[in-house]
């Protein structure tokens, strides 16, 4: 078996083009013979084939560790101290200590160093939690000063490993700076520091009247600056649209310590003076700058809405077809329009655990709709998700359609679409997560592509497919007794090739983090790169914020000492 | 003799969704309802669902009828129709929006009190001559737990309350019920004319199909007044206060026998040894 895994290893090298000699922070160049990978996989490899490996940092074994400073007893000090002075005065309750603002135990920063999906492990042994502003630019300048590296952490609910530390990095956690500032009605605006959980900006919006432009199904954990830095999606996309429109400003700390003020707690809208430069900001994943507070626009809460689940027996364009019409009948109603396919939804229906599916019989795809319904509608009158489904169901016959009659109805539908995540993971050892945006005429085609080439290469998998398909972002899970490195060297690169040639995204909502650097080099044109990695040198010329993830810096004139 | 027919009515009241978090008036007069999302209370819904899997249990020819009716102002349409769309025949809405409440003062409440709607069941009966008539165990906002056995009480019925079994015995005007008591379950046999009220694990109200959604918009929803069924609304009671409960204490969890001992020594429950 080692054997196996050592030929496949060698074969997934030969099958690869040539990337040219692979990047290290260190500066020096690993290269990909064969006898060199064979090398390094009887190195570090044996930890991946006998167990899971540890540290993140093994794991990744084409990257050496960055020259940076090793975190000395005084640096601790000294941070935890100037994260402690910069602590509110005159204190709220009681003087802050150095055990509120900093963890050092182990035991405790285990949950810190481990990332949600349970694959990435970090080996921190600080961690920062200071509740100012002043605190976290007094901890970046020392840290710029020193040559430490810092991982920036809100919730820790990424899937692409960007919010833990890969080596020993230390973690600076926005979770203690979690005041709401400010809501203005007249203006519609929220504005809030990082560390505030979305759930709790959302209760606040709703209380008021208004909808906070954002829902994940992580929102009870999530936090605003990390849904700033990598430009969430989420369900409600169709209907708020990107952050990048909805933030109207923020206020981050770069590298250095130097606050940045880019227009937070403003409440005009309109300002075209100079560069925009808060766009860079959103979605750099805490690579050019940490978010520390955002002013976000949100609007009227509609007066209700309605949730209808439906079965369509397909083909996909049906799909595409019920998509337009929506678009077209419920236009500014329409809150959310996602799909998933036969094998999710057979996945919600065996792996049950008191999930009713409400929908008898079998159909290829599923859709779930919201729509807004307007005020005061006369009970004799169809709202409009009512006359949008009674004309679709007119047209195909063969359609299941039911409607949500109260909050908790709507809210099991709902419930249904988000379980899917957690229930693949519970379904086969090995999955590969997809997160692909596609124009919508490769949309399904794409996911009988993987299928096939699964086929022809006799591994047996099973896909579970769903997403935002207003958005075209597609959730293509991958779940098989196989190992995950088979699988992964099967369908990578290829499958982000052959999304590319559709002109679609390998990483639609989720980011890049460090699953997902590849993308990065392969996706991107050269000079666009380049410019990339010439704003990471600009705005952290050291390297110390969250390195090893998303640009890396090497090449385009960034020095360390 | 053939065997007896089932002509049901059923009692939907519309409620604050079980779903919304309600918050108090400031002058704690009660709890502010002012645009907050309205739906079938719950236990109604176990009602309506009762009746329908009736009637898919038994055939059309012994239950001929189902009648949902609500005592309420004409918002309340919108619940009906939901009971329309589960499978309800016609619906009947008492409208309260013009009736007279005699000693209204400030405090009172709004809606018709469970006595005045058990009258109004009633007298909606004698008009629709129904035998069965099935409610919610209680309604969410007022948790009177009252209309169904005032309603026994004034037509002389039988009744089987916080139900959570019903099965109609063949041939025979008997029904087999189970009632959710304190004790566990009690078992009972009612003869009809009866009561029902439902309680929880009585079955999973259906979701609702489009196509019978769409039936439902053309169902008849007929409207009285009180009037029209010869019955004064008034208020009997009259709401003093409303507050919020009191915060939860925080819990401590113990892990051993000592700790509690030493716990509850601390809280000067027991004596020190």
Redesign the interface.
């Known amino acids: 078996m080692l054997t196996q895994f050592l030929l496949h290893r060698v074969r997934s090298v030969l099958d690869k083009p040539t990337l040219g000699p692979v990047r290290t922070f260190g500066g020096g160049n690993r290269s990909t013979s064969p006898v060199d990978v064979l090398r390094t996989t009887l190195t570090f490899g044996q930890f991946g084939l006998f167990r899971r490996p540890h540290n993140t940092g093994t794991k990744f074994i084409r990257e050496l560790q960055g020259n940076y400073a090793k975190l000395t007893e005084k640096d601790i000090a000294t941070l935890v101290e100037l994260a402690r002075s910069a602590e509110p005065q005159p204190p709220p309750t009681t003087p802050a200590t150095a055990a509120t603002v900093s963890i050092t135990s182990p035991d405790q920063l285990r949950s810190y160093n481990t990332d949600w999906t349970g694959e990435f492990h970090g080996n921190a042994s600080l961690c920062l939690r200071p509740s100012t502003v002043a605190g976290v630019a007094s901890i970046l300048a020392y840290c710029h000063e020193r040559n430490l590296a810092v991982t920036p952490q809100g919730g820790n609910t990424g899937l692409v490993g960007g919010s833990v530390p890969v080596f020993d990095e230390i973690i600076l956690s926005l979770s203690r700076m979690n005041r709401i500032l400010e809501f203005d009605e007249e203006h519609s605006t929220i504005t809030v520091e990082a560390g505030v959980t979305l759930g709790r900006a959302e209760q606040h919006c709703r209380e008021r009247g208004f909808c906070f432009p954002l829902d994940l199904g992580a929102k009870d954990s999530c936090q605003i600056g990390g849904n700033l830095s990598t430009n969430a999606g989420g369900s409600r996309y169709v209907r708020y649209g990107s952050l990048h429109g909805t933030v109207l400003g923020l206020e981050a700390v770069l590298a250095d310590g130097t606050i940045l003020d880019l227009g937070v707690g403003r409440k005009v809208r309109k300002d075209n003076t100079g560069y925009d430069l808060k766009h860079l900001f959103i979605g750099a994943e805490g690579t050019l700058g940490i978010i520390t507070k955002a002013t976000l626009s949100c609007s009227p809460a509609p007066t209700g809405t309605q949730v209808a689940l439906a079965g369509l027996p397909g083909p996909f364009e049906q799909v595409r077809w019920w998509l337009r019409e929506a678009r077209r009948s419920l236009n500014a109603h329409l809150c959310a329009f996602e799909f998933m396919d036969n094998d999710a939804m057979t996945l919600l229906r065996a792996h049950g655990d008191g999930f009713g599916v409400p929908l008898q019989g079998s159909h290829a795809f599923y859709v779930l709709i919201e729509c807004g319904t307007a005020a005061d509608t006369e009970h004799r009158a169809l709202s409009p998700l009512e006359t949008y489904l009674d004309a679709m169901t007119r047209a195909d016959p063969r359609v299941d359609v039911i409607m949500a009659q109260d909050l908790s109805q709507s809210a099991h539908l709902w419930g249904l679409r988000e379980s899917l995540p957690e229930l693949v993971r519970r379904s086969g050892p090995s999955i590969l997560k997809y997160d692909l945006s596609l124009p919508l005429p490769s949309f399904y085609g794409t996911v009988e592509a993987v299928r096939e080439r699964l086929r022809q290469h006799k591994l047996d998998a099973r896909t579970f497919s769903w997403g935002h398909v207003a958005d075209g972002n597609l959730h293509l899970n991958v779940s098989s007794e196989h190992p995950r490195d088979m699988l992964r060297s099967t369908l990578e690169p290829w499958l982000y090739d052959v999304v590319q040639q559709h002109g679609g995204s390998g990483s639609a909502e989720h980011g890049i983090g460090v699953l997902k650097t590849r993308l990065l080099e392969r996706g991107k044109r050269p000079e666009v790169l380049q410019l990339m990695r010439r704003f990471k040198a600009l705005l952290d010329p050291k390297g110390i914020l969250n390195p090893y993830k998303m640009v890396d810096a090497g090449d385009a004139g960034c020095r360390r000492p | 003799m053939p065997p007896p027919c089932f002509r049901v009515l059923v009692g939907v009241k519309r409620v604050v969704?079980?779903?919304?978090k309600v918050r108090i008036t400031p002058d704690h007069s009660g709890v502010d309802t002012a645009?907050l999302?309205t739906?079938?209370n719950?236990f109604c819904e176990l009602a309506v669902e009762a009746a329908v899997q009736l009637r898919e249990r038994l055939g059309p020819e012994r239950v001929p009828e189902i009648v949902a009716a609500s005592v309420g102002p004409t918002?309340c349409?919108?619940t009906l129709?939901?009971a329309l769309?589960m499978g309800v025949d016609r619906a009947v809405l008492v409208n309260t929006d013009a009736a007279p409440v005699s000693d209204s003062k400030a405090g009172s409440a709004l809606q018709p009190e469970p006595l005045d709607v058990a009258r109004t069941l009633a007298a909606l009966q004698s008009r629709l001559q129904s035998n069965l008539i099935l409610l919610g165990k209680q309604a969410i906002d007022d948790d009177s737990n009252q209309t169904g056995q005032l309603l026994a009480g004034i037509l002389n019925w039988s009744q089987g309350t916080f139900l959570s079994k019903i099965e109609a015995e063949k041939e025979q005007d008997l029904l087999q019920v189970d009632r959710e008591v304190d004790e566990g379950i009690e078992r009972l046999r009612l003869r009809l004319p009866s009561v029902l009220t439902c309680d929880l694990r009585l079955n999973?109200p259906?979701?609702?199909?489009?196509?019978n959604?769409?039936r439902a918009?053309t169902k008849p929803i007929e409207t009285l007044s009180t009037s029209d069924l010869g019955v004064a609304l008034r208020t009997y009671w009259q709401i003093v206060r409303v507050d919020e409960p009191p915060a939860r204490r925080q819990v401590t969890m113990l892990k051993t026998v000592d700790e509690l001992v030493a716990k509850l020594q601390q809280l000067g429950v027991l004596d020190r040894a």
């Open positions: 969704d079980y779903a919304v645009n999302k739906s079938m719950p918002a349409q919108e129709r939901t769309a999973k259906r979701y609702i199909t489009l196509p959604l769409m918009k």
